[in-house]
């Protein structure tokens, strides 16, 4: 990589900022951009909904959900801050759902959008990133917005303390609120007959109180020509969000109600210009409110709910009427998408309190509920480790998905009825359910939504939980001088700190070991399976296998005979092979002419698109080959190899441990598998 010089960073950064940045026009000029682009007049909602699909978005048919790439793939962060779950992107889609209904005024402009969830997961970071992106958009031609400010004005106001000659808008206005609302409404009304969106554009704002003083003395000077204001004393300037200059974007935190005070939100007198103003004069107001800060943009309320109900108050004039009315000044017209978050107890507290009853008819609830499919979960805590300077340590296959699997049971509602275990719950919603299995997906959802509190996901075992005990298993193996992380380890760790950590109810302990034990039998299983692979996997043999099955079952459907292989001979389909076959996959006899037909239509379906037969293809009948090779095959194994450290340098061993390594294990990593699912191989062969 070549040296960045000084100057190739310099060009960069100016290559990266708006072109306009440091200009200032006319407002002349500002009036022929907007009819030239109308959508430079948007309102909060509108430019917050346009900047979704701005940075792109990809349709789900399977559940039905937009998919929006700034949280699907984070392409600001080359995908550092990426969103995995369906539940978490319907949570998404419903949000810009409301911001887009917000953009066409259809009522939830005037709401605050409350994110709704439990402790980590990722409600705060999904508000974080909102504010990221709004940032940059405001900073491409597609997003960008203007103000305007006062110029030359101590020529004018003759009271006016020098240090004020020229005077931002204090509220970040858009120049049109310079237009009185009759001469306004003209433009817009022109603007809108050329506006290409789903919106329409308008704008009933007054002008904040200082500006207002500024127009009417500026106006009275010049016998009320409108014109010679806005040329003489007025600049238009690029507008650019930033949270850290406090400029369109604005958080605010619950403090000690001792410490809060509501002209943190609605701004306070400026002191030091009393003296030169006076206190009624609205040059004397200090417009450092977080109300005040967030216009034109983002208000982002953190553990709004913790707030005292005083303050809280504001927030119902804020939202339902678009103003703020701070202490002994004016009214002042807000133009925001106000977001709030809150964890379930204090949702819980407020929801009872017939006192909020106003406060919660002004929220859209939108529920941010935890991942509930375990390969979903699994990419979050990849996520975590690709982030990260993790040592050089392997990740053994299964790792990442059992703990995964253990956080999705911690979350999902026990299943009515005996047909379907809790595991079998996880499995469904992650896609597993073979088409043959008597398993409703959708109805398991809605059943687990009605006996869910207030949705299902929203308690458990959070991934930030996990994501810790993973790190410290992996600290763990690096002090142990052990190079890979295995699903073996990460249980341990579980099993340690599930009663130490301060997230988790002590009523919950005793299950959640119970759901670590479901986690291990189903390692147990997958292990296993590793193993059998391992010890007895033949592409060649399943691919003829699969190839004498498929001729069977063409012949049982077509009722045909087949030609026997050694003899010559037509005979009938062998019975005996195609359930030796099915009966891997527990696939009663009542329902084998289902599961035969499944498979002679995906046969023809390739066929026509011209592919040849696979058996690796086709998952189900994949892994019924392989277990019926494992049953033929397991008869000439030696199983106390499996676990005799002894043999460790045996050829027979060594060449297990490869075809391990081909699977994605570590050396080490399959030398502990061998032990841990040999053994159980082992003893179960034996009692068998």
Partial sequence: MTKETLEDLSQHYKESVPADLREAKAFDWYLDEVYDDPRIARNAHQRVADMFDYYGTEYDEDAGVVEYLMASEDPLHDGENTFYGREVHESIHEFVNKVKSGARGLGPEKRIKLLLGPV????????????????????????????????????????QDPADDTVVSPMNQDPIVLLPQEQRDRVLERLNEELDAPYTVRNEQSLDPAS?????????????????????HVEVVRLVASENKRQCVETFEPKDKKNQDETELTGDVNYSKIAIYGESDPRAFDYSGAFCNANRGLFSGEELLKLQREFLYDFLHASQEQTIKPKNNPRIDIDQVIVGRTNMPEYRDKKGDEKMEAFNDRTK?????????????????????????????????????????????????EPNGENVTLVQKAKAYNGEIDEADDVDVKKLREEGEQSADIAEGMDGVSARFIGDEIAEAIMDATHRGRAYLSPLSVFTHFERNLENHGSIPEENVERYHRYLELVREEYKERAIEDVRHALAYDV?????QGEKYMDHVMAYIDDATVTDELTGREQEPDETFLRSVEEKLEIPSDRK?????????????????????????????????????????????????????????????????DALIEQGYSREGAQEVLEFAGAEVAKSELEG
Avoid at 367 to 377: G, H, I, N, Q, T
């Fill in 593 to 657: 002419d289902d599961f035969r037909q499944e498979v002679s239509n995906w046969v023809s379906r390739r066929a026509r698109e011209g592919e040849g037969f696979d058996p690796q293809d086709n998952d189900r009948l994949r892994r019924a080959l392989e277990r019926k090779l494992w049953e033929d095959k397991k008869h000439n194994i030696n199983f106390s190899a499996l676990v005799s450290a002894n043999e460790l340098d045996d050829d027979e061993r060594s060449a297990w441990v």
């Fill in 212 to 232: 207002e003083f500024y127009m009417d003395r500026l106006l009275a000077h010049y016998d009320d020509d409108l014109k010679a204001v806005l040329d003489n």
């Fill in 365 to 413: 609830r939108i529920d941010f509920p935890y991942v509930l499919e375990y390969s979903e979960e699994a990419e979050i805590y990849r996520k975590m480790l690709r982030n990260a300077d993790v040592p050089d340590m392997h990740i053994e296959p299964h790792a990442m998905e059992m703990a995964g699997l253990f956080g999705v049971l911690t979350r999902i509602t």
């Fill in 120 to 159: 980590g997961s990722g409600k705060s970071h999904f508000d974080w990133m909102v504010r990221r992106y709004f940032e940059d958009y405001t900073m491409d031609d597609e997003g960008r917005m203007y103000t305007f400010r006062w110029t030359n004005l101590c020529d004018i106001v003759r009271d």
């Fill in 540 to 544: 060649d043999e399943i691919q003829r």
